[in-house]
Antibody, heavy 126, light 107 residues
Framework: QVQLQESGPGLVKPSQTLSLTCTVS??????????WTWIRQHPGKGLEWLGYIYDSGSTFYNPSLKSRVTMSLDTSKNHFSLELSSVTAADTAVYYC??????????????????WGQGTLVTVSS | DFQMTQSPSSLSGFVGDRVTMTCQASQDINKYLNWYQQKPGKAPKLLIYGASTLETGAPSRFSGSGSGTQFTLTISGLQPEDIATYYCQQYDHLPPVFGPGTKVDIQ
C-alpha cells in the first residue's frame, strides 16, 4: 500500500525558508509516470495548488508564488521536497503532498490527485 | 486569469436527500475536471475524475456530469458520512486550480 508522509519544521521564522519533505513508502518514486505535487490550505480556507515535479525532474510552479518556490526529487531517499523562501505569516498553512499518476485515467490527458499525505501544519512566526 | 467558481458555498440536506452542487470554469475545459471530498481535519480524497468517472472505492451515490464550463456533483441519498467540503479542480490549463468549495451539512 503506497503512502505519502510529510515532514519538516512546524515553526518557521519570517523571512526564512520553509523546507518540507514528502516520503513515499510502498513504491519507488522513480517508478515513472507521476506528478509529485504540493498543495496547501490556509486555516479555514480552500485548497491552493503550489506546484509539481514530474519523474523526469521537470517542474511547474504556481505563478502566484513567483520565484519563491523550488521542488526537487531524491530518488535515493525515495522522497520529494518543497522549499518556499522569504516566508511571511501569509504562508502559515497546512501543507499536503500528493501524487497524480498519468496513467490514472483512460484519456490521454490526466491529472487526478489520487493519493495524499495527511498534511502538516507550518506556522510562520517569530 | 483562469478561475473556478462553485455554488452554493454551503448547503444542508436531510439524510436520504438528493443534493446537487455546481462548478463553473471561466474558460472551456472540455471534461478535464476532478471532484474531491475533504472531511474536517482530513486530507482531501479524490471522488471523481474526468468530470464523470467515479474513483475506485468511492460510493456509487456520488456522480458527476458536465463538460465545457459547467459541471455538477450529485449525491443521491445524502448520508451522515458525507458531511464534508467538496472541491472541484480543473486540469485543462496550468496551474490546475481548485474551486473555493461547497460545504455540505446534514439538517
Amino acid at each position: 500500500q503506497v503512502q505519502l508522509q510529510e515532514s519538516g519544521p512546524g515553526l518557521v521564522k519570517p523571512s526564512q525558508t520553509l523546507s518540507l519533505t514528502c516520503t513515499v513508502s510502498g513504491a519507488s518514486i522513480s517508478s515513472g509516470g507521476n506528478f509529485w505535487t504540493w498543495i496547501r490550505q490556509h486555516p479555514g480556507k480552500g485548497l491552493e495548488w503550489l506546484g509539481y515535479i514530474y519523474d523526469s525532474g521537470s517542474t511547474f510552479y504556481n505563478p502566484s508564488l513567483k520565484s519563491r518556490v523550488t521542488m526537487s526529487l531524491d530518488t535515493s531517499k525515495n522522497h520529494f521536497s518543497l522549499e518556499l523562501s522569504s516566508v511571511t505569516a501569509a504562508d502559515t498553512a497546512v501543507y499536503y503532498c500528493a501524487r497524480a499518476p498519468t496513467g490514472h485515467c483512460s484519456t490521454s490527458s490526466c491529472y487526478a490527485l489520487d493519493l495524499w499525505g495527511q498534511g502538516t501544519l507550518v506556522t510562520v512566526s517569530s | 486569469d483562469f478561475q473556478m467558481t462553485q455554488s452554493p458555498s454551503s448547503l444542508s440536506g436531510f439524510v436520504g436527500d438528493r443534493v446537487t452542487m455546481t462548478c463553473q470554469a471561466s474558460q472551456d475545459i472540455n471534461k478535464y475536471l476532478n471532484w474531491y471530498q475533504q472531511k474536517p481535519g482530513k486530507a482531501p480524497k479524490l471522488l471523481i475524475y474526468g468530470a464523470s468517472t467515479l474513483e475506485t472505492g468511492a460510493p456509487s451515490r456520488f456522480s458527476g456530469s458536465g463538460s465545457g464550463t459547467q459541471f455538477t456533483l450529485t449525491i443521491s441519498g445524502l448520508q451522515p458520512e458525507d458531511i464534508a467540503t467538496y472541491y472541484c479542480q480543473q486540469y485543462d490549463h496550468l496551474p490546475p486550480v481548485f474551486g473555493p468549495g461547497t460545504k455540505v451539512d446534514i439538517q
